[in-house]
């Protein structure tokens, strides 16, 4: 079993859906972090947390600490939204253990 | 404020040689991380760079090596490549290694090797 589970693997909306992925980890961490790859490869760090919810624009991130899961949101969806959704855990270094991402594709 | 930057964006090499990627952290960062990606495994971490100094070490064979120079600016070398060895290569860097801070990653480096 992996260490960093996340869920769904693959999701196809429409503009304008709200959209959650899920992310469970099994080890002790300082924090979680959700990034974002777009093709082409270059990725970027959307969220660190470690504990409780935090907003950017239409994003929102939640932690649960005692229940080790953490949720990504995306309100009012757009296609450029589409991407790869990575959540990553750290412990007390940058050494960070990786999900195998959500690819999201948002229609119009 | 300039991001990270991976040089050089694009790499072909063959079998048996050796490669080096080079990584400048953001201006004031002193942590860098690099990271393999492969269709198969993922992302996996390779090794964390802080003041010069190797701080943690992923599974990976002794062919793979790296360092950091005093102005923070990183380099990894892969020594003898195998065809395996073919991935996106991303450096991220950090303002310090025990405070968890966000990471910054550059665009990455994609290696073939034939």
């Known amino acids: 079993k992996n260490e960093v589970e996340q869920s769904p693997q693959n999701l196809t909306a429409q503009e304008g859906e709200f959209i959650t992925i899920n992310c469970s980890y099994s080890?002790?961490?300082?924090?979680l972090h959700w990034l974002q790859q777009h093709p082409g490869g270059g990725i970027v760090s959307l969220f660190m947390?470690?504990?409780g919810k935090k907003k950017h624009g239409r994003l929102i991130a939640t932690i649960n600490i005692q229940e080790k899961h953490s949720s990504l949101h995306i309100t009012a969806s757009h296609p450029r939204d589409s991407a790869v959704y990575i959540c990553?855990?750290?412990?007390?270094?940058?050494?960070?253990?990786f999900g195998t991402g959500t690819l999201l594709a948002v229609q119009p | 404020k300039a991001g990270v930057t991976q040089t050089p964006r694009y790499l072909i090499k063959t079998r048996g040689q050796q490669v080096t990627l080079s990584c400048s952290p953001i201006?004031?960062?002193?942590?860098v991380s690099w990271y393999q990606q492969t269709p198969g495994q993922g992302l996996q971490f390779l090794f964390e760079?802080?003041?010069?100094?190797?701080?943690n070490k992923g599974n990976f064979p002794g062919r793979f090596s790296g360092r950091q120079f005093s102005n923070s600016r990183s380099e990894m070398n892969v020594s003898t490549l195998e065809l395996g060895d073919s991935a996106l290569y991303l450096c991220?860097?950090?303002?310090?290694?025990?405070?968890?801070?966000?990471?910054?990653f550059g665009q990455g480096t994609r290696l073939t090797v034939v």
């Open positions: 991220a860097s950090s303002l310090a290694v025990n405070l968890n801070t966000e990471a910054f």
């Open positions: 990553a855990v750290g412990g007390t270094t940058n050494k960070l253990i």
């Open positions: 080890v002790g961490i300082s924090a």
């Open positions: 201006s004031g960062h002193r942590s």
């Open positions: 760079y802080f003041s010069e100094t190797q701080r």
């Open positions: 947390l470690s504990s």
